[in-house]
């Protein structure tokens, strides 16, 4: 599996950004995707994931409310719409892909997109 993540960049606080991630090398529709975040000194933290056909979705309580986890199985795509985007949003974005829901580690990562969010 292969993840190539974009979108990141510099926003103001109170704004919004969409980030995209890339899958490729197996079938799209037999991985769960999940997007994770890790900001300087801090342990890479889950933000949300996706099922399969992208009917069941979970998020982390920090973002629930403003970010959302969208996939796009024809294009073989995953985003995470970010909304209202606070300071403590900053950090570098990886997503990744599991074959299961609600077990097992994430096992393929992104190189990751930086998010930089100003106050």
């Known amino acids: 599996v292969h993840l190539v993540e974009s979108g990141g960049g510099l926003v103001q606080a109170g704004g919004s950004l969409r980030l995209t991630c890339a899958f490729s090398?197996?079938?799209?529709?037999?991985?769960?995707m999940g997007w994770f975040r890790q900001a300087p000194g801090k342990e890479r933290e889950f933000i949300a994931r996706i099922s399969w056909s992208g009917d069941l979705t979970a998020y982390a309580d920090a973002v629930k409310g403003r970010f959302t986890v969208s996939r796009d199985n024809a294009k073989n795509t995953v985003y995470l719409q970010m909304n209202r985007v606070k300071a403590e949003d900053t950090a570098r974005y990886y997503c990744?892909?599991?074959?299961?829901?609600?077990?097992?580690?994430?096992?393929?990562w992104g190189q990751g997109t930086q998010v930089t969010v100003s106050s």
């Open positions: 090398g197996r079938a799209f529709s037999d991985w769960v």
């Open positions: 990744a892909a599991r074959p299961t829901w609600d077990y097992g580690t994430f096992q393929d």
